[in-house]
């Protein structure tokens, strides 16, 4: 498999997110995680984003080392307190590092793909507007797009409105294992709703204000897959399908929750005025696809959604998760028959027991992890799938939220000691694939 094997306008690249990198928390007001973080018991070891890569003061290397792996574009986030003192008044310094990062990507030959939020909610916003559960966070969310959209958009033309509402909603509503740390079934279905609403909000002023660009959400998509053949293991699954997947697309194409779902809510509040439908089903460009792995599911009496996760048979991760190239071949062609769009893979990668020896990390893993990644992209494409690019999480070892800083996903390893980088095997692959080689 060659570069070449792909279509030319293809365009590869490496995602990062702002809290997961950035440090630099002296130019910004906090948000929640760093509340989350901070909090004795939520992450590993009690790890928090406060220096992370130090990417606010290395930007320029690490354009550098991108650069010379030879990526064609770059996915990363805007922190929105950084550029929004408590996430409403605009910070010129904020939002002067984001111009610089910009015009510092397109002087390199990098496309600029930025992601409005990936998480990283202003804590002002949560503590004295209470967050995604106020309706109103979606005309807040809008200010601080459009802000955006007025301040870069002449030079950036591919926006991501929110990663993973599914996460947002879901694991910090609910599970509780993301910020704010809620553990709120009902709750957490009002934050998915508000997330959507912000999103359409985001789609109506970048119509206004950036002519010729492009804009779309970015999901954690993953294929669910049924224990046994079980007719109550089989609609388990069905609906989880539709809370992770449908959830956050149906009602963007559609403008409606997947109605199975929504009818085995059965104690769960969804009064929705009507018109809410008709925000978020903006036009939208593309679909972003994060895809990792599978879940297998089971029926359990005892969940509030009537399910649980089972242990599947295939090779995992350090995540534990299951290596599953299959499943993104198969979600890539069910969402480009369901949804018509074009598709992005906006994140894969896999986290490895990486170890630093002689200043080199050999990680075979990885560079065959996406390798079989892409032979399941390539076969897409080949079948029919309007696929226009696919970004390797991440650039560099970074803060994976709950899990702090014990798990590595990057191309780059970061010792966090002395914040020097070093090319894993995996990146010095990417480089040889880029040449074509
Ligand atoms: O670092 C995060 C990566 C790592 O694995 C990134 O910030 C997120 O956008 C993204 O969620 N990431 C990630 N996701 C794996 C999701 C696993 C599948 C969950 C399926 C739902 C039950």
């Not at 901070?38 to 928090?48: A, L, R, S, W």
């Not at 309007?386 to 939220?401: A, K, P, Q, V």
């Amino acid at each position: 498999m060659k570069r070449t094997d792909f279509p030319k306008e293809f365009k590869f690249g490496t995602a990062t997110a702002s809290y997961q990198i950035e440090g630099g928390i002296e130019d910004r007001s906090p948000s929640i995680w760093d509340e989350f973080s901070h909090t004795p018991g939520k992450t590993k070891n009690g790890d928090n984003g406060d220096v992370a890569c130090d990417h606010y003061h290395r930007y320029e290397e690490d354009i550098e080392i991108m650069k010379d792996i030879g990526v064609d574009a770059y996915r990363f986030s805007i922190s929105w307190p950084r550029v929004m003192t408590d996430g409403i008044k605009p910070n010129e310094k904020g939002i002067d590092f984001y111009q610089k990062l910009v015009d510092k990507l397109l002087e390199n030959n990098i496309t600029p793909f930025i992601t409005l939020y990936h998480w990283d909610l202003p804590l002002y916003l949560y503590k004295e507007k209470n967050g995604w559960l106020n309706p109103d966070i979606a005309n807040y969310f809008q200010d601080y797009a459009s802000l955006m959209f007025n301040k870069l958009g002449d030079r950036v033309k591919h926006w991501i409105t929110l990663n993973e509402p599914w996460c947002s909603a879901f694991l910090g509503y609910f599970v509780g294992e993301h910020a704010p740390g809620h553990k709120d079934f009902q709750e957490s279905f009002y934050v998915a709703h508000n997330l959507l609403r912000s999103h359409g909000k985001a789609v109506i002023a970048f119509r206004d204000i950036v002519k010729d660009g492009k804009i779309g959400i970015t999901n954690v998509v993953t294929k669910v897959e049924s224990l046994s053949n079980d007719e109550k293991d089989i609609q388990a699954a069905k609906l989880v399908d539709q809370y992770i997947n449908g959830w956050y697309h149906d009602p963007i194409v559609y403008g409606k929750y997947p109605e199975e779902a929504v009818n085995s809510l059965k104690n769960i509040k969804l009064d929705i005025p009507e018109n809410d439908f008709d925000i978020i089903s903006q036009t939208i460009d593309f679909f972003g696809v994060n895809y990792y792995s599978r879940q297998v599911i089971s029926y359990d009496e005892n969940h509030p959604l009537k399910f649980k996760h089972a242990e599947g048979p295939l090779p995992k991760t350090e995540m534990g998760w299951e290596i599953y190239p299959k499943g993104l071949y198969d979600k890539l062609v069910e969402f480009n028959n369901k949804y018509k769009l074009p598709l992005y893979i906006t994140e894969n990668g896999m986290a490895g027991p990486d170890k630093l020896e002689n200043e080199q990390i050999h990680d075979d893993y990885r560079i065959n992890y996406i390798k079989d990644h892409f032979k399941s992209t390539l076969d897409a494409i080949k079948d029919g799938v309007d696929l226009r690019g696919y970004f390797i999480w991440s650039l560099m070892d970074n803060f994976e939220w709950a899990h702090g800083y014990s798990k590595r996903f990057g191309l780059v390893y970061v010792d966090y000691n002395t914040q020097k980088r070093y090319l894993k095997d995996s990146a010095l692959w990417y480089k040889n694939f880029l040449l074509n080689k």
